[in-house]
């Protein structure tokens, strides 16, 4: 294994068990586990698929997205759409002290965390082709993981309104990607009447 390999694993270990301590709890194939570990596994899975030859940084940035998200309450700020944009900022602020601590303890250079760093904050969604492969691959994980569930609970008017703003986060290649995840009939019939009319 490469050092940087070696590097790279300390930090998937780090960032599992700052999550593993996330006190929300997910059902997943018999076990009950901390839904931000899940949530960090499915996006190395993800990328994995998406994207085989993501950089040590891009890999490093789906594992640590939603690290420890739990600690910064979406009530803490007020519950209105002003309101859940500061959430969003103070969150990505927060994921990036937290990872930045991580990846110096375990031994990576400046420019890795500096490019962890911009790429949690999503500098350049569209113009920079990593910040738009992290992008793509939380679109396919909410989509494949957490959309049915979600759909289930609003009504399809709100439903067709976050796809359509999901689908023109993606790129072609994602869209394409997203396409092929296996849907629920209503799942899949909302995802047309939104993204394909």
């Not at 997205?65 to 500061?86: A, D, K, T, V």
């Not at 009504?155 to 990607?177: C, F, N, P, Y």
Request: some cysteine; proline content about 3%.
């Amino acid at each position: 294994m490469s050092k940087e390999s070696e590097k790279l694993a300390d930090a998937f270990r780090l960032f599992d068990e700052a999550n593993s301590a996330d006190p929300n709890k997910e059902l997943w194939d018999g076990k009950v586990i901390p839904k931000e570990l899940l949530y960090a596994q499915r996006m190395t899975e993800t990328l994995n698929r998406f994207e085989p030859s993501a950089s040590i940084a891009l890999q490093l940035t789906a594992r640590c997205q939603h690290i420890q998200r739990w600690e910064i309450p979406r009530n803490s700020f007020e519950m209105n759409r002003s309101g859940y944009l500061q959430w969003r900022q103070a969150l990505k602020k927060y994921h990036a002290e937290v990872a930045r601590k991580i990846l110096s303890e375990v031994g990576f250079n400046s420019s890795v965390i500096d490019k962890v760093e911009f790429l949690l904050l999503k500098k350049q969604l569209k113009k920079n082709e990593e910040t738009q492969t992290l992008e793509d691959v939380i679109c396919l994980v909410f989509l494949e993981y957490y959309y049915e569930a979600f759909f289930q609970k609003h009504d399809d008017q709100k439903v067709i309104d976050i796809l359509q703003k999901t689908w023109r986060k993606m790129s072609a290649k994602g869209h394409e990607a997203a396409l092929k995840i296996s849907f629920s009939e209503p799942g899949l019939q909302l995802v047309k009447t939104a993204v394909l009319n």
